[in-house]
């Protein structure tokens, strides 16, 4: 196991700038993000309240922060968390197959926008799963059903596809680029988790598939499957004005602290949530 000072997940503006300050503060970290850094902020036309930066495009101000952080020699991680575990005095981050530790944990993840699927909450952990490459161990000779919102995540289900008896892939998005003879990929729009104690089939606009489990990918994990136990509203991180969560050690930062979602807020807050996090880390060092 890898060990860190910090870990930061997520490549917006708010992860770019907890991960700037905590090196400046000679802080030893690892940012897992995308390497295109946010898709949000790829997205964004024009923006023009962003402080000495007006009437930029979005990737346009991407290139710029991607030049900040390798002035820094600070790189992106292109991997995406799966689960923090609280380990007492420190954390354990996986991603995929792999497991890093880490004196603390900044979460600059942004804001989930897709709804769930009506029985995905409930059925959560008994045939629903977030991770295909945690669960896919739990699949020989079995059927999985993975819903996927990314085509970064045609990786975890070749994964998945070594394990499954048989992978039936439903993209989100244009032009599935999936291999493997046990891969079906099926293009039905997803409208149901079906089960009563676990997960029975997926209902869609053209009929139910059966299936052992159903694996959902989204881009963005919801932060209380990430972190069991941390404190929400809703779909926001409670934090105290110094972007500290309910568990010490974890802080979060940007839009899934809540509104206003703005790019110069998201920034705003990492400096803060890095700070936070490095004056944690240093008080542990006087105990
Ligand atoms: C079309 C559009 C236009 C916009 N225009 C403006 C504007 O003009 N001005 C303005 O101020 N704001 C604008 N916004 C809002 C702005 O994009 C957001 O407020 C900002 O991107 C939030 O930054 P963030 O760092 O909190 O999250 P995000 O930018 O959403 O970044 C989060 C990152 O974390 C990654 N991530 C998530 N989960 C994980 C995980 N488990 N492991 C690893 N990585 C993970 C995601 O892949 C993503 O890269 C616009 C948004 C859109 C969609």
Redesign the pocket.
């Known amino acids: 196991m890898t060990d860190y000072d910090i870990i930061i997940?997520?490549?917006?503006?708010?992860?770019l700038e907890a991960a700037i300050t905590s090196v400046i503060r000679h802080k030893k970290i690892l940012l897992?993000?995308?390497n295109d850094?946010?898709?949000?902020?790829r997205?964004?036309h024009i923006?023009?309240?962003?402080l000495g930066f007006h009437d930029i495009h979005g990737p346009e101000l991407a290139d710029r922060f991607t030049e900040h952080l390798q002035s820094l020699n600070i790189e992106v991680t292109p991997k995406?968390?799966a689960a923090v575990y609280d380990m007492g005095d420190s954390f354990a981050v996986q991603s995929g197959a792999e497991m890093f530790q880490c004196k603390s944990v900044i979460l600059?993840?942004?804001v989930i926008t897709k709804n769930l699927f009506p029985g995905e909450e409930e059925l959560l952990g008994r045939g629903v799963s977030y991770c295909a490459t945690c669960d896919a161990a739990l699949y020989p000779d079995k059927t999985a059903i993975v819903i996927s919102y990314s085509k970064n995540e045609e990786k975890e289900a070749e994964f998945l596809a070594e394990y499954a008896k048989k992978v039936i892939y439903i993209p989100m998005y244009d032009d599935p680029a999936i291999s493997g003879d046990n891969v079906e990929i099926v293009s039905k729009k997803p409208l149901e988790i079906l089960g009563e104690d676990s997960f029975t089939a997926l209902r869609t606009d053209d009929g139910d598939i059966p299936a052992d489990g159903v694996f959902i990918l989204r881009?963005?994990?919801a932060p209380d499957s990430?972190i069991p136990g941390i404190e929400m509203d809703q779909t926001h991180v409670i934090v105290k004005s110094d972007m500290s969560t309910n568990i010490p050690g974890v802080f979060a930062c940007?839009?899934?602290t809540g509104p206003p979602?703005?790019?110069?807020k998201?920034a705003g807050e990492g400096n803060i949530a890095a700070l936070s996090a490095c004056a944690f880390i240093d008080s542990k060092k006087n105990v």
Do not use: H, M, V
């Open positions: 997940i997520g490549s917006g503006p708010a992860g897992l993000g995308q850094l946010s898709s949000k902020l997205k964004a923006i023009n309240n962003y995406k968390a600059a993840t942004g881009e963005n994990i990430l940007g839009d899934l979602y703005q790019f110069i998201s």
